[in-house]
């Protein structure tokens, strides 16, 4: 069975890959096509279309998550192989024009899940142990995909293998995607740990992982990245504008963009809690 270290370009998954070697290390790229969220190194971007074989303007996340995912690599002396699933626009276009939200969180399963998955079904034709980089307080997540789990103890997942025979549909197969692991869970290993390792190593890291406009984020936490990321919460706002529903059911992102908070808000004002799931 092959081990797979699947990477978010947070500090906890990095420090995964740093520590328990795998047979691969996989990451995602949520790309989008706006080019108010167009990454500023030409030289970069260039680089990274030729990681992952397709367009690449910008991303929905903190820019500096590339700069993370090529020092980490140079760090771990191992390649890390990227992939990525359809933009974030097309994404919403096969929703019907629905935006994610926290009663259908589809972004997750189809910019990250997805397509390691599609990459994991044409390059290992074996069973694979994936590992997640939850902390040892964070058994409840793991808990959770693990009630998900098939009779063989594997997790599933449906992805396009093809086309019809007239080419006008996909064809869809759910595969065995993955046995789950949870490495720091089963060494007790907590945030601290972590953060400490991470001190002089030299591996840039965002101020928070995920998309910048991630709904699942407090207002307030999403009003303090529009001042980090003006452009890329535009960005949201603007296709707020556009979609059919909202990320959010309580206020609207040009809203948010709007405020002029009562009080000034700091960095150590938030942490990682706030910050979603899939950027650990």
């Known amino acids: 069975m092959k081990t797979v270290n699947s990477l978010s370009g947070g500090k906890t998954s990095s420090y995964i890959a740093a520590n328990y ?16 969220c167009k990454f500023p190194d ?12 397709a367009p690449f303007i910008g991303t929905a996340e903190d820019d500096t998550i590339i ?34 939200n926290k009663v259908a969180r589809y972004c997750t399963t189809d910019m990250k899940t997805i397509p390691i998955a599609e990459w994991r079904y044409k390059n290992i034709d ?8 939850y902390r040892a307080n964070e058994q409840g997540r793991a808990k959770r995909m693990m009630e998900k789990l098939n009779d063989n103890g594997m997790t599933e997942v449906k992805i396009v293998v093809g086309k019809s025979k007239t080419g006008n549909q ?31 190593k030299g591996v840039r890291f965002a101020y928070m992982n995920n998309c910048v406009g991630c709904w699942w984020r407090s207002p ?10 003006p452009n890329k919460m535009q960005w949201f706002a603007d296709i707020e504008e556009e979609a059919a529903g909202t990320f959010r059911s309580d206020v609207k992102y040009a809203d948010i963009i709007k405020w002029k908070p009562q009080i000034e808000l700091f960095d150590d004002d938030f942490n990682e809690c706030d910050s979603g799931y899939c950027g650990l």
């Open 21 to 36: 070697p795998a047979d691969y290390d996989v990451f995602s790229l949520v790309r989008v096509e706006d080019v108010k």
């Open 42 to 53: 030409e030289k970069l971007r260039k680089e990274v279309e030729d990681r992952i074989q």
């Open 67 to 100: 700069h993370t995912m090529l020092d980490l690599e140079q760090y771990i002396g191992r390649p890390i192989t990227w992939v990525t699933g359809k933009t974030f626009e097309k994404t919403i276009d096969n929703h019907s024009g629905f935006l994610p």
């Open 126 to 133: 074996e069973d694979v142990t994936m590992r997640f980089g």
């Open 170 to 200: 996909n064809k869809w197969k759910s595969i065995e995607y993955c046995k789950s692991e949870f490495p720091l869970i089963t060494d007790h290993l907590f945030k601290d740990t972590i953060e400490e390792y991470w001190k002089d």
């Open 220 to 229: 307030l936490l999403l009003k303090k990245m529009h001042e980090k990321h």
